[in-house]
């Protein structure tokens, strides 16, 4: 089991900023692939950015040009840079990782973190 600890969410205004972090208890070179997720409350976790070992990404819809998926194979860490974030956006956010290829944003994914709580007021 590959243990993975996100950070770094909290609470902000709508048209704010918030910069969260994954740490994985591995080497994330051994992680071929590793996204993002959030679950809002009553829905259904959806996965909102990916990115390979190769630095290549996708986005849902509701992400794109807002959300930047990021990884940093030296120090073992995923990031996602939010902007301009939306009540919308408020919800649990997952750090998830693979070691097998990605599949965009069907990507199944292996190991999922505990989450950080991410709240937009407006």
């Known amino acids: 089991q590959v243990q993975l600890m996100e950070s770094w969410g909290g609470a902000v205004q709508a048209g704010g900023a918030l910069r969260l972090s994954c740490i994985a208890a591995?080497?994330?070179?051994?992680?071929?692939?590793m996204g993002w997720g959030r679950q809002a409350p009553g829905k259904e976790r959806e996965v909102v950015a990916v990115i390979t070992i190769g630095g290549s990404t996708d986005y849902a819809d509701s992400a794109t040009g807002r959300l930047t998926i990021s990884r940093d194979n030296a120090k073992n860490n995923l990031y996602l840079q939010m902007n301009s974030l939306k009540p919308e956006d408020t919800a649990t956010y997952y750090c998830?990782?693979?070691?097998?290829?990605?599949?965009?944003?069907?990507?199944?994914?292996?190991?999922w973190g505990q989450g950080t709580q991410v709240t937009v007021s407006s």
């Open positions: 998830a990782a693979t070691p097998n290829r990605c599949y965009a944003l069907r990507t199944s994914y292996l190991y």
């Open positions: 591995v080497y994330t070179s051994s992680l071929y692939c």
